[in-house]
């Protein structure tokens, strides 16, 4: 046995053994007494009334609708616009669909789109999108004008944040009182971050839902979500373990799906101080680990390594040409002898200093584990590293005021689908990580294809952007992200999305028992 796998062993055995006695006690048996004329989700995250503030739920479960939405290949589609064009380099206009009415029944028109954009475009959820005006041309039609040219404007519509509501829905002082938007299911009952029943949109301009209702409820647990799912409380659990999937596939009852979608797990160097101002020692760690054993051994071999922020095997945008398996060691002690680190797997020194770092990150399920895998691996070739768990906020409290040496955290990369979320990781000024790099061709390449409509001359800016960074490392992409979701076999209809912005329940149905 490897040190890797006895480490990992010894920090799961506890969790599932509590996962195989609770298996044990409801295998085969999933309840019928708890039947509900609700279709009943649970999921760890919290609902939002409000869309600017997290409005990813309401959005998953079918209530709100943008102009635009994503498709199942991860671009931009028509929602409530059925078309739109590039009239210049700064002007675009958006044909609204006909014969759409928000779930209060006032009808969906220009007035209403832009009253309803105009307080998404005036938030700080949109402050880095350059949007100039937005303005009716008639009452079907919508025109947004940038201050620069913008290819990534119909991506960025199609955010959670850029949903339409209904005038009726904001009161005075801008605050969503009730949620009237467009989307296949209206809103029953809401109980903030708790629960959210909705009931079908029978006047739905798209396919009619087969369920008359949904209950969305916050099961926070991992343990008492799964559980719910076998005693018959939940038709849909979301979000679960890794080391769930073979036990929940070999019980009677229950479909497992689980999809990659696109998201990182990543460790963020601040290259403005040392030791990770050297490209070399930064390229020296990302070498140093060992990808495979993390999401074999670790992650139930359920997530794969990543080696780019975007997935090749999700969209287009992701480098197909990088290194599938960058793990060196050998090649990881050269470089950082050649930094002036010398010594071993006893430690390195350079004047008289130990390499000696800490990465931070989040009590965020595997997140802690991960870092202490790295720990070891990073030991093996001489640098010595501190974990520190904290919570979120404080992590990122911390490293924004430059006091840090690496954090590691996760980033969905297509929250809205389009490869511009590069720009918020690595361009000099606009990047949102807090890892000071700096790159002139970067920032040109990212500059250059935020203008540009060619698919295929923004594409190779992209894939140059990924070669360029995965040899300077500011960041070391760690593992991709696969959701694990199960639901009862009766289930019909139901294919995870790829950016997960829609639970898909309009073509969801049950079949009788």
């Given at each position: 046995?490897?040190?890797?796998s006895y480490?990992m062993?010894?920090?799961?055995?506890a969790?599932?053994?509590?996962?195989g006695?609770?298996?044990?006690a409801?295998?085969g048996?999933?309840?019928?007494?708890?039947?509900?004329?609700?279709?009943?989700?649970?999921?760890p995250w919290?609902p939002n009334?409000?869309?600017?503030?997290g409005?990813?739920?309401?959005r998953?479960?079918?209530?709100t609708e943008a102009l635009?939405?994503v498709?199942?290949?991860?671009?931009p589609a028509?929602?409530l616009a059925?078309?739109w064009v590039?009239?210049?380099?700064?002007r675009w206009?958006?044909t609204?669909r006909?014969?759409?009415?928000?779930?209060?029944?006032d009808?969906?028109d220009?007035a209403?789109v832009i009253?309803?954009?105009r307080?998404?475009?005036?938030?700080?959820?949109?402050?880095?999108v350059?949007i100039?005006?937005?303005?009716?041309?008639?009452?079907?039609?919508?025109a947004?004008?940038?201050?620069?040219p913008?290819?990534p404007?119909?991506?960025?519509l199609?955010?959670?944040?850029?949903?339409?509501l209904s005038?009726?829905a904001v009161?005075?002082?801008?605050?969503v009182?009730?949620?009237?938007?467009?989307?296949?299911?209206?809103?029953?009952?809401?109980r903030?971050?708790t629960?959210?029943?909705?009931v079908?949109n029978?006047?739905?301009?798209g396919?009619?839902p087969a369920l008359?209702s949904?209950?969305y409820e916050?099961?926070a647990?991992?343990?008492?979500?799964?559980?719910k799912?076998?005693?018959?409380e939940?038709e849909?659990?979301r979000?679960?373990?890794?080391?769930?999937?073979d036990?929940l596939?070999?019980t009677?009852g229950?479909d497992v799906?689980?999809?990659?979608?696109?998201r990182?797990?990543?460790l963020?160097f601040?290259?403005d101080?040392?030791?990770?101002d050297?490209?070399?020692?930064r390229r020296?760690v990302s070498l140093?680990?060992?990808?495979e054993?993390i999401?074999?051994?670790l992650?139930?071999?359920?997530?794969?390594p990543?080696?780019?922020?975007?997935?090749?095997s999700?969209t287009e945008?992701g480098n197909?040409?990088?290194d599938?398996?960058p793990?060196?060691p050998?090649?990881?002690?050269?470089?950082?002898?050649e930094a002036?680190?010398?010594?071993?797997?006893?430690?390195?020194?350079r004047?008289?200093e130990?390499?000696?770092v800490e990465?931070?990150?989040?009590?965020a399920?595997?997140?802690p584990?991960i870092?202490e895998?790295?720990?070891d691996?990073?030991?093996?070739?001489?640098?010595?590293v501190?974990?520190t768990?904290?919570?979120?906020s404080?992590?990122?409290d911390?490293v924004?005021?430059?006091s840090?040496?690496?954090?590691l955290?996760?980033?969905g990369?297509l929250w809205?689908?389009?490869?511009?979320?590069?720009?918020?990781?690595?361009?000099?000024?606009?990047?949102?990580?807090?890892?000071?790099?700096?790159?002139d061709?970067?920032?040109?390449?990212?500059?250059?294809a935020?203008k540009l409509?060619?698919t295929?001359?923004?594409r190779?800016?992209?894939h140059?952007v990924?070669?360029?960074?995965?040899e300077?490392?500011?960041?070391?992409v760690i593992?991709?992200?696969?959701?694990?979701?199960?639901t009862?076999?009766?289930?019909r209809?139901y294919?995870p999305?790829?950016?997960e912005?829609?639970?898909?329940?309009?073509?969801?149905?049950?079949d009788?028992d």
């Open positions: 046995m490897t040190h890797d480490f062993m010894d920090r799961r055995t969790l599932q053994t509590t996962l006695t609770a298996t044990l409801v295998a048996c999933l309840s019928s007494n708890a039947k509900s004329a609700d279709f009943r989700i649970g999921s919290k009334r409000d869309p600017l503030d409005g990813s739920m309401i998953r479960l079918g209530i635009l939405g498709n199942y290949d991860a671009e028509p929602e059925t078309e590039r009239l210049d380099d700064r206009e958006f609204l006909e014969g759409v009415t928000f779930h209060d029944g009808a969906v220009a209403a009253d309803s954009l307080r998404t475009t005036e938030s700080t959820a949109f402050a880095d350059p100039e005006t937005v303005e009716a041309v008639d009452e079907t039609t919508v947004v004008t940038t201050t620069t913008f290819a404007l119909p991506a960025h199609s955010r959670n944040e850029a949903v339409i005038p009726d009161d005075a002082d801008g605050s009182t009730d949620l009237y938007s467009t989307g296949p299911f209206a809103v029953d009952s809401f903030p971050e629960a959210v029943r909705t079908r029978d006047d739905y301009y396919q009619s008359e949904v209950r916050v099961v647990d991992d343990q008492t979500r799964r559980m799912l076998e005693t018959g939940l849909m659990a979000t679960l373990p890794h080391e769930t999937v036990s596939e070999s009677d229950i799906y689980t999809p990659a979608v696109p990182v797990r990543f963020t601040d290259t101080s040392e030791p990770f050297d490209e070399r020692v020296a140093a680990i060992d990808r054993t999401t074999e051994s992650l139930d071999g359920v997530s794969d990543a080696i780019s922020p975007f997935s090749s999700i945008w197909p040409d990088l599938p398996n793990y060196d050998d090649r990881a002690r050269t470089l950082l002898s002036g680190w010398t010594g071993g797997t006893g430690g390195r020194t004047d008289g130990p390499l000696s990465f931070l990150t989040f009590d399920r595997s997140l584990l870092a895998v790295m720990q691996h990073l030991a093996d070739v001489g640098i010595e501190d974990v768990v904290l919570e979120y404080a992590m990122i911390q924004g005021q430059g840090f040496d690496a954090y955290t996760s980033w990369t809205y689908p389009d490869p511009d979320r590069l720009a918020e990781m690595f361009h000099s000024t606009a990047a949102s990580l807090y890892h000071g790099y700096e790159n061709r970067v920032d040109t390449l990212l500059e250059e935020r409509d060619d295929d001359t923004r190779e800016r992209y140059e990924q070669s360029i960074v995965a300077e490392a500011p960041i070391a593992t991709n992200y696969t959701n694990v979701i199960a009862i076999t009766n289930v209809g294919e999305h790829p950016t912005s829609k639970y898909g329940l309009e073509s969801i149905s049950l009788d």
